[in-house]
């Protein structure tokens, strides 16, 4: 059984552009959640997605907006890339009614030039 | 809103000793879990163990236990019996458990060496 999974594993840009990061939960799971992690920090609660709907978002502008597949799989969108956007994006997935534990995939390293 | 503050950006512990890692959270509600989480340098988030609020007796996984102290909202992590393995960094985390979004507040992290 697959745990989660992210793609692709590092990605260079440059700011002024976009970039979609994928994730695939673990098999079961039904909500997906995004992290932002920055160099030396914490991860930061960026989205969670359930039905196909942002349920929760935290403290991030519109430049940061996601997408649920039917499948369960998610896509982070980040639009007019800064240099403040490079980061390890983190992808966690759980059961909706299982409220123990969220398991993380291994993230996405962006660097923003 | 819910913060979690941990102040040892950095500890170090023997092989084979026991060690501390300190974990202090601010929040208004009385249910909610506490977590400690795994970061090695590969960069996988691994759940190391987890506390329920409402829940008085301190969780223990194998070598990992914490002591949870609600209410002067403390929570801490303690490693017996150190592995090299074991050298990560550790973030402490709090999920609400009122609603059935599970947004997850870390805290900033320390950074744990194991010496040979």
């Known amino acids: 059984d697959a745990g989660v999974t992210q793609s692709p594993t590092h990605l260079i840009k440059t700011r002024g552009q976009q970039v979609t990061l994928r994730c695939s939960p673990k098999?079961?799971?039904?909500?997906v959640s995004w992290y932002q992690q920055a160099l030396g920090q914490g991860p930061q609660f960026i989205f969670q997605y359930y039905e196909e709907e942002e349920r929760q978002r935290g403290n991030f502008p519109d430049r940061f907006s996601g997408h649920q597949f039917p499948n369960y799989s998610s896509e982070l969108n980040v639009n007019a890339l800064l240099l403040g956007d490079s980061a390890l994006y983190l992808c966690?997935?759980?059961?909706?009614?299982?409220?123990?534990?969220?398991?993380f995939g291994p993230g996405t390293r962006l660097t923003v030039t | 809103a819910q913060t979690v503050t941990q102040s040892q950006p950095e500890m170090s512990v023997q092989e084979a000793e026991t060690v501390t890692l300190s974990c202090t959270y601010d929040?208004?509600?009385?249910?909610?879990?506490l977590f400690w989480y795994k970061q090695p340098p590969s960069r996988q988030m691994i759940l190391v163990i987890r506390?329920?609020?409402?829940?008085?007796q301190n969780a223990t996984e194998n070598r990992f236990s914490v002591n949870f102290q609600k209410a002067a909202k403390s929570f801490s992590l303690k490693i017996s019996d150190s592995q090299l393995g074991d050298a990560a960094m550790y973030f402490c985390a709090y999920r609400s458990a009122t609603g059935g979004y599970q947004k997850v507040t870390f805290g900033t992290g320390t950074k744990l060496q194991v010496i040979p």
């Open positions: 929040t208004s509600e009385s249910d909610y879990y």
């Open positions: 098999s079961g799971h039904d909500t």
């Open positions: 966690a997935s759980s059961a909706r009614y299982n409220t123990y534990e969220q398991y």
């Open positions: 506390q329920e609020a409402y829940k008085q």
